[in-house]
Each structure stands twice: as C-alpha cells, then as structure tokens.
C-alpha cells in the first residue's frame, strides 16, 4: 500500500475541478412525492417515461454483496468500454500524458488512448504470455497515468502471475487498471475483492461473458469510493437506461442460473482442449483460463476461411504480436463446438 499517494495530482485538473450536472431527481432525492411535474417527462407509458437512476442505487446494492464490496465502490457504465474511456477522459491530458499496457491485449485500451489524443506504450509479453514488472515500469515516466493489465488477459487467455501484477501495483505511482473480464472462469482470487482498500486499483468486470449478457451493455468498475466518484462526475447522467437496469436486476435475482452457465463452459472447456490438441493442425495449445482458447497451427489464415465456409467463425489473430498462426476460439455449447471439431478434423491441409 502507497503512503503517498495523491489522487489529486493524478487527475485532469479541468475534471477534478469540475461541477457535474445536476438533474432534476438529484435535486429531490430523499423525500416523499408521488407527482411528478420536475423533468418535464411524459405522464404515460409507465415505466419507460420516468428517467432512469442516474447512480442505479437499488442494482449496485443488489450487486455490491455479490462481488464481495460496498455499493460506493462499484461504477456501471454503458459496456466497460465506457469504463475504459473514463480512465482517459478522467486521468490522462490529451497530447501530453501516456499510458502503458501489456502486449498483446484487449485492442479497446488502445483505441481509447487514440480517441482521447493520449501516447500508448506497449510492453511485450514474454513466450509464457507473462508481463514483467520490471519491464513496464521501466517504460512509465512523470507523465505516466495508467498501466493496463488484463487477467486473464485477452487474446492469451492465460492468468497473469499475481506477484508480478502485485509488484506493478505496489511499485507505480500512477493507476493500474485490471481487467478481469474473464475471472469468472480462472481459479485465481479476483483482484476485485482488494478494489476499495488499494487507492491506485481500478478493477474492471462485465456482463458481457459469464454473464451471459453482451447484447444490454453493462459494465463494471470497481476503486476506492474517490475514484468512483470521479467516474461519476463525468459520466452521461443516464448512462445505463431503465431496460437494462430493470433486465440486470431480474438476471441478479437468479443466479444459480449464471453460476450453472459458467460451470458448463469450464467443463466445455475440459473436453475441448485435448479434442483441439490431438489434431493434426494443431502445433500449440496455450494455457487458458478464460472461455475461450488460443490455438497456433499449421496456416491460420486458410484454416479461418475454411471455417468460415462452413459457417463457423472463429477470431484470426494471425496478425497479432506475438500470435502469429494463431486462432482464438471461443468455447460454446457442446454441440457447436463439435460442429468446430468435425470440421477441423475434416481439414485438408
Ligand atoms: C469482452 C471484453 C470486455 C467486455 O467489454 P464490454 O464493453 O463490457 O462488452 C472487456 N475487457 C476485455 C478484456 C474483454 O475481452
């Protein structure tokens, strides 16, 4: 843990400084009423007439006990995607600060730091896909805002060795983002239940994997109550509509449902690794710990258009550093992903 860590000096001072809208039921909050003449909304068409909760109070305290903290430390934006865009729009000066990142990783932290005019530094991972403290930290200076991790990383797949992960929160000065969208299906502790009592950690989870809900767009961030508060200040006030809270709040209320889910993909993903790895094609399954696995073989590209004949799609990573003849395959039911092994088994190299 930082003694000295001064949220303050690492903020945009335009937005440290900022007065945040204000809307009409911010103003009212607290008190008793059943009319409603404050934000000139339709009487009719119930539920949808009334502007959402602009804090979703009642889905962060739903979710909070769940992910193992307190309300004030949860942030839920329009996918995390929205999430990543406030770490730039929060922290880093367009054109004069930079951030640094593993590589290869989620392309979102990269197309971000573009929109927003802000450096990207990549830092290679090593053969095992394994970042080394020492090496990021080395590329960081005074304009450093952010590192990027991801665990399990995304397009790898593998779990990032928690002491190093530790090393870079402990040793950098700045914020380090986790992002463990996949942690639902690795058997390392979350990051997440230290959100809160780090001041320099931002955790990212979504509702976009195990969850089951890419299509609603929820996203989540988890920090110190200070740095949600940022994120809060300089969100759209009505980030997160009233379909998807109403649709998040009824998913919550079952989740033994998404707990079956996640435990049918991870046995998934235990049957199709060796059937993967017995292929002719195949010259090298990586480690995964995610829903989805990063396979090299013999020709990615022909291979992908193979399987896009077939009407299978796949992720070409080809191009990717460090990927090179790699396909990343995501795990689905049991029968599409043997519809994906008769048709490797199938291919004519
Ligand atoms: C899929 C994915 C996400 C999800 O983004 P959403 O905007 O919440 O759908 C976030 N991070 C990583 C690394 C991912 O692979």
């Known amino acids: 843990m930082q003694n000295d860590f001064d949220l303050s000096r690492l903020v945009r001072p335009n937005i440290w400084a900022l007065t945040p809208y204000s809307c009409a039921r911010d103003e009212f909050k607290g008190m008793d009423a059943h009319v409603f003449l404050d934000a000139n909304e339709s009487p009719y068409n119930d539920p949808v007439n009334r502007y959402p909760d602009p804090l979703q109070e009642e889905l962060k305290a739903r979710l909070a006990p769940m992910k193992g903290v307190r309300p004030e430390q949860i942030f839920l934006g329009n996918g995390s995607d929205e999430a990543?865009?406030?770490?730039?729009?929060?922290?880093?000066?367009?054109?004069?600060?930079?951030?640094?990142?593993?590589?290869?990783?989620?392309?979102?932290?990269?197309?971000?730091?573009?929109?927003?005019?802000?450096?990207?530094?990549?830092?290679?991972?090593?053969?095992?896909?394994?970042?080394?403290?020492?090496?990021?930290?080395?590329?960081?200076?005074?304009?450093?805002?952010v590192i990027w991790l991801c665990s399990p990383n995304n397009p790898t797949g593998n779990d990032l060795v928690r002491e190093e992960v530790e090393k870079v929160i402990r040793h950098f000065r700045g914020i380090v983002v986790v992002d463990e969208a996949y942690s639902d299906f690795s058997d390392q502790l979350p990051l997440r239940l230290f959100a809160g009592r780090i001041p320099n950690l931002i955790v990212l989870n979504t509702f976009s994997k195990a969850w089951a809900s890419a299509g609603v767009r929820l996203g989540i961030?988890?920090?110190?109550?200070?740095?949600?508060?940022?994120?809060?200040?300089?969100?759209?006030?009505?980030?997160?509509?009233?379909?998807?809270?109403?649709?998040?709040?009824?998913?919550?209320?079952?989740?033994?449902?998404?707990?079956?889910?996640?435990?049918?993909?991870r046995q998934e993903r235990d049957h199709l690794l060796p059937a993967l790895h017995e292929l002719p094609i195949c010259q090298q399954l990586y480690p995964t710990a995610a829903n989805f696995v990063l396979i090299r073989v013999s020709d990615a590209d022909r291979i992908y258009r193979y399987l896009v004949e077939r009407g299978v799609v796949v992720r070409n990573r080809n191009r990717v550093q460090l990927c090179a003849g790699c396909l990343r395959i995501t795990v689905g039911t049991p029968q599409e992903n043997n519809e994906l092994l008769g048709a490797l088994r199938q291919y004519k190299p």
Request: glycine share 2%; proline share 5%; charged share 25%.
């Open 84 to 145: 990543i865009d406030l770490v730039y729009r929060v922290f880093c000066r367009p054109g004069i600060d930079n951030v640094v990142a593993i590589e290869p990783t989620y392309g979102m932290y990269r197309v971000c730091a573009d929109v927003n005019d802000v450096e990207y530094r990549p830092v290679l991972l090593d053969d095992h896909f394994q970042p080394s403290a020492e090496k990021l930290l080395a590329a960081t200076d005074e304009h450093t805002k």
């Open 221 to 265: 961030a988890f920090s110190t109550a200070e740095i949600i508060g940022l994120f809060n200040k300089v969100k759209y006030p009505y980030n997160v509509n009233r379909l998807t809270q109403d649709y998040a709040m009824q998913l919550l209320a079952d989740t033994v449902k998404v707990e079956r889910w996640v435990a049918q993909i």
